[in-house]
């Protein structure tokens, strides 16, 4: 019975709210660029009044993720949201293998490869200059004060936590002690704040998927530890959910969110060409795999809405970023999306987010 009551408990969890539904974005900002579209998505959902934005923070550093994220908020009128970004700890500089930060004052370059790294992210630093505070993401506020204060001020069991990114964030806010903004540690603070954590990450149903491989250890602590339901969007469901060709070929005058799709994905004849080659590496002819985006639907919209969900627990194994799904029907922490709508109709819903633009554009 005990487990029967917690499984309603999570689904309700997760069904829709009457109310606007408080979110904390959480984001790497680093090379891929599904984390542009799930913002603006979240943006959007904003205007219409269907949640609302607490703070958006980066889960990398020492370089311009920070200054997309404001660039981002700029755009759709929110300028005074709270950034930040991890501090002493998880992934540096413009990709997962660096080991130097990325220099806000050097010169742009050219762009390298089909996404060009972290150069999308510093052109939008460079390009839209007005909305910029925090040019290196570590002159940014640390990400634990912003998350503390946030959870302290709220409401219990309020806020939805959608994370895109790595889960360095997370594990250093559980790992906080108390302080002068809440007397309480931050695993006591986010079981008593958070209503549900809905994440995109990890592989089904085993291996290694970037967001919870590239600081491992982080993921390991966070998933063993997590106090409320979490609600997966793992790289299965999001891969053939296309979406982003709409913007990248919508006419009208440039903004930063067009400017990152139309940038990066390949043209029609390119995948016309060669749709196997491109299919393997996540594009399609209605754009790029919609990992982030998904999540953001299922953070704000409900699992009810649009997707059918399994239960269990991912958790890390080995040393080397491996995961893997454990089917629990009964007493498992986690529901991880699957298909209920057609991916196809997903991605036009997530098309007509990105193309929608700001209510209050500044």
Request: glycine letters at 8%.
């Amino acid at each position: 019975m005990k487990s029967r009551v917690f499984a309603i408990a999570l689904l309700s969890a997760c069904s829709l709210a009457a109310q606007p539904v408080k979110i904390v974005f959480d984001t790497d900002m680093l090379t891929d660029f599904d984390d542009v579209g799930a913002l603006a998505c979240l943006h959007t959902l904003a205007d219409a009044g269907e949640c609302e934005i607490l703070a958006t923070v980066s889960s990398t550093r020492g370089n311009a993720s920070v200054a997309a994220i404001e660039v981002i908020n700029g755009y759709y009128g929110r300028s005074d949201l709270p950034v930040g970004a991890p501090k002493g700890m998880g992934v540096l500089g413009e990709n997962i293998l660096a080991k130097e930060k990325v220099n806000p004052r050097s010169p742009l370059g050219e762009k390298k490869g089909i996404d060009g790294g972290h150069y999308k992210y510093r052109k939008l630093a460079v390009d839209y200059p007005q909305w910029v505070k925090h040019l290196d993401a570590d002159d940014a506020p640390d990400a634990n004060g912003v998350y503390r204060k946030v959870l302290a001020s709220a409401p219990d069991k309020s806020v939805v936590i959608c994370s895109v990114g790595f889960m360095t964030n997370l594990r250093r806010l559980l790992e906080t002690k108390p302080d002068t903004i809440s007397p309480l540690d931050g695993k006591t603070l986010v079981e008593r704040k958070v209503v549900r954590w809905v994440a995109m990450a990890c592989n089904y149903p085993f291996g290694k998927e970037y967001n919870s491989e590239w600081d491992a250890e982080s993921s390991r602590i966070v998933l063993e530890n997590w106090p409320t339901p979490v609600v997966f969007s793992d790289f299965q469901y999001g891969f053939d959910v296309y979406a982003g060709r709409s913007l990248a070929e919508m006419s009208g005058v440039r903004n930063p969110v067009k400017d990152v799709f139309s940038g990066n994905i390949p043209s029609r004849e390119e995948v016309a060409a060669d749709p196997a080659k491109w299919m393997r590496i996540g594009y399609g002819e209605a754009g790029r795999s919609s990992w982030d985006e998904t999540a953001v639907l299922a953070a704000v919209r409900g699992v009810d809405s649009y997707f059918n969900v399994h239960r269990g627990r991912f958790r890390m194994f080995g040393g080397k970023g491996e995961d893997e799904w454990v089917p629990d029907e009964e007493n498992g922490p986690h529901l991880r999306l699957t298909e209920k709508i057609n991916k196809i109709e997903i991605g036009k819903i997530i098309d007509e987010l990105i193309c929608r633009g700001p209510k209050n554009r500044q």
